[in-house]
Each structure stands twice: as structure tokens, then as C-alpha cells.
């Protein structure tokens, strides 16, 4: 019997979803900071097996917003609640606040959905207790510890036969064998530069920085170009995006380009722009112009 469904990965921010998502994946779909609101629009990876298809939904992290982009934000992770047949719910054993636990087991039992608790970064050595006392905390739903970062594979392997378990029966996969993203390339490349912004910038800038790709130009199948904008929502972060002779705009183009070459198999020139647009996480036709349309009931 062949089983197909939809896994939403759900969780607070910096969590460690998208990291678990690549670890079950094996491949890089989805970017991954140590900064918190990484993840804004659901990705969706792919595992295929011989009887079985995943597709995983990598929500971004749990935010309340009545505008703006954290509304966004609130939205996908909720449709990607509703869209699912099993949810993974990953709470991450430094995290201080105890509500937030308690609050993200309520959401699961409240969707009336299969569901499994990941407790994730368990090789922080600081906090291993921690393991204990979330695995007593949540025993009756059966949880599984991992750290996705280190050496995932005992509890990876544990954690894809529960939820091929999980699956619902299907006559045949939705994707593709050899697909493990839906995203398409320019979208990958977008989200590349915005993962180096998140590396190489302070905390605050990344929030209101997007990224849009303006021309994807393939002509040439050697160098593929790339001509790209960081957009941001504050005009003062301009010169700290650039950076003292342009050293930081320098370094995210530089390390962007590495991985978009991985990416694409090919030698990469990217043309990287930064530009303002001021207060566009409040505005809903820019939001929209990047990818962020909030929908209205
Ligand atoms: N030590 C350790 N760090 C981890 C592990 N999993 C994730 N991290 C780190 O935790 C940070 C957040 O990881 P992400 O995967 O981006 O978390 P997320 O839940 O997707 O975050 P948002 O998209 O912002 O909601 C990154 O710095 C990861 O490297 C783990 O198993 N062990
Ligand atoms: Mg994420």
C-alpha cells in the first residue's frame, strides 16, 4: 500500500524546523539562522520512498500579529496547521518559557491531528537535563529527541517510520521522485541572500529585509546572472547593510554566489543591489510585490 500526506513542522521561532526539515530531507530546502523568524513562508520538502511520499510543510515560527507581516506570518503557519495531515511539533530544550510548551500542545490537541513532539537540540550539552524533564513533561504523547545539527541519524530514522505510520493510504506520490522542493530556482536564490543577510547582519535588520531576484538570465548555460535587490524597510540600515566600503555587501554577495553555484551546478555572477522601500512590512502591495500577500477574509 502506498501512503502519501503533508507534515507541518510547527513551533516558535528559531526552534530548529527548518534544520529538521533538511536532516529529514537530506538536502538543503529550507534557510536556517541563529536569529529567530527565519523561516516566512512556508517551504515545502519533499522525502519519497519505495512505499511512501512526505511532503513537509516548514512553517515559519509562531508569532500573534494583527498587520503587517507578522499578520503574514500568523497566517501561513496557520494554514499550514489546517493544510496538514500530521503535524511535528518541535519545542527546543533551551527554551526559558514554560507557556510556550504548554501553548504549542494545546494547538496540536486543538487541531485534532495526528501529531508527534520533537524535542529538538538535544546535544546542547549545557542543557541535557532539560531532555528529561521535556520527555517526562510530554510523555503521554510520546515524544523523540533529536539534534538535527549533529548526528541525526538514530532519531531521524525513528522519527520517518512513525510518521510513515502516520500516512494516509494513497494510490500513487504527488511529486516526482527525484523532487525534494517545490521552490523554484530564482525563489532559492532569494532566499539564499536573505540567509546571508541573517548571518552577516545584526538582529534587528533582518525583519524588514527582503530580497527579489529581477532577472534570472540563463542564456549563457556556464555563468548563469543573476541580477538581485535586498530591499529594506528602514533607510538608515542602508549604509549598515553596505557596510564600511561596502565590506558586508561584499561578504553576502560573495558567500550568496558560493552556494548559488553549488545550487546550480554552474560558475554564477550576481549583480547585488540594495534598495529602500520605506516601511513596506506595513504596506500590503509591497508586501505582496515580495511574496507576502496576506489574504482577507
Ligand atoms: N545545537 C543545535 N542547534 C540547532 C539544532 N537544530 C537547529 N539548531 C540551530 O538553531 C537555530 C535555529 O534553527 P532553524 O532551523 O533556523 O529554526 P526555525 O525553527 O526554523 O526558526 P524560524 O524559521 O526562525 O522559526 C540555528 O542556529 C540552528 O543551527 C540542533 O539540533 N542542535
Ligand atoms: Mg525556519
Request: with cysteine; glycine share 4%; charged share 25%.
Amino acid at each position: 500500500m502506498f501512503k502519501v500526506g503533508y507534515v507541518g513542522v510547527i513551533g516558535f521561532p528559531n526552534s530548529g524546523k527548518s534544520t529538521l526539515v533538511n536532516a529529514l530531507i537530506g538536502e538543503k530546502v529550507s534557510i536556517v539562522s541563529s536569529k529567530p523568524q527565519t523561516t516566512r513562508k512556508r517551504i515545502k520538502g519533499i522525502a519519497t520512498g519505495m512505499n511512501y511520499q512526505m511532503i513537509f510543510l516548514d512553517a515559519p515560527g509562531i508569532v500573534k500579529a494583527q498587520s503587517g507581516l507578522n499578520q503574514f506570518i500568523q497566517q501561513e503557519y496557520e494554514s499550514v496547521i489546517e493544510e496538514s495531515d500530521i503535524l511535528v511539533a518541535t519545542l527546543n530544550i533551551d527554551e526559558k518559557d514554560p507557556d510556550k510548551l504548554k501553548s504549542i500542545v494545546e494547538l496540536c490537541v486543538a487541531s485534532n491531528k495526528p501529531w508527534i513532539p520533537v524535542i529538538t537540540k538535544k546535544d546542547i550539552s549545557a542543557k541535557k537535563h532539560r531532555v528529561q524533564i521535556l520527555k517526562d513533561q510530554l510523555a503521554k504523547y510520546n515524544p523523540i529527541a533529536i539534534s538535527s545539527d549533529k548526528n541525526p541519524e538514530d532519531a531521524k530514522q525513528i522519527l520517518l517510520e512513525k510518521l510513515i505510520e502516520m500516512l494516509p493510504a494513497a494510490e500513487s506520490p504527488l511529486y516526482f521522485d527525484d523532487i525534494y522542493t517545490t521552490q523554484n530556482l530564482r525563489e532559492m536564490c532569494e532566499e539564499i541572500v536573505r540567509e546571508k543577510c541573517f548571518h552577516f547582519l545584526h538582529q534587528e535588520i533582518p525583519f524588514g529585509l527582503a530580497v527579489k531576484v529581477n532577472k534570472f538570465d540563463e542564456s549563457n548555460p556556464k555563468l548563469i546572472k543573476i541580477y538581485a535587490d535586498i530591499v529594506l524597510s528602514k533607510p538608515n540600515h542602508q549604509s549598515i547593510v553596505i557596510g564600511e566600503k561596502a565590506s558586508n555587501l561584499k561578504r553576502i554577495g560573495q558567500s550568496s554566489r558560493i552556494e548559488m553555484e553549488n545550487l546550480l551546478g554552474t560558475k554564477v555572477f550576481l549583480d547585488l543591489h540594495v534598495k529602500v522601500r520605506k516601511n513596506w512590512t506595513k504596506q500590503s502591495n509591497w508586501m505582496k510585490e515580495f511574496g507576502y500577500e496576506i489574504k482577507t477574509l
